[in-house]
């Protein structure tokens, strides 16, 4: 089964770079860290596992970790962002990770995001 790539990842580089830029910026919040630094790298961090989750449908792991990502992102902007009526963590996770292709193709066109 082929799962299109949405439209906030069209532009966005190859996997195993958006890897290295994750790594290199690790390594650079090790020296100086700010909030948006921090930010940027759970965006890109989240957007990377959707990423992946996408290309490998059948991986529920794959999915689970990405949803994980994306709740953690949601929960870094806005709070708390925890199941309630019916909602499961999985559905959650989903929601969350359309929430990451939002932000990342507002973080990709240089506009404001949260």
Do not use: C, F, W
């Amino acid at each position: 089964m082929t799962v299109p790539i949405p439209a906030a990842y069209t532009d966005a580089p190859p996997i195993i770079r958006e890897i290295n830029l994750v790594l290199h910026l690790v390594a650079a919040l090790r020296v100086s860290s700010t909030p948006e630094r921090v930010r940027e790298l759970q965006l890109r961090k989240a957007a990377l596992l959707d990423r992946i989750a996408l290309k490998t449908p059948d991986d529920t792991d794959a999915a689970d970790v990405a949803g994980d990502a994306a709740i953690e992102l949601m929960r870094q902007d806005h709070g708390p962002a925890e199941p309630t009526g019916g909602l499961t963590t999985t559905l959650l996770g989903i929601a969350a990770r359309h929430y990451v292709r939002d932000q990342y193709a507002a973080y990709s066109n240089g506009l404001p995001t949260t």
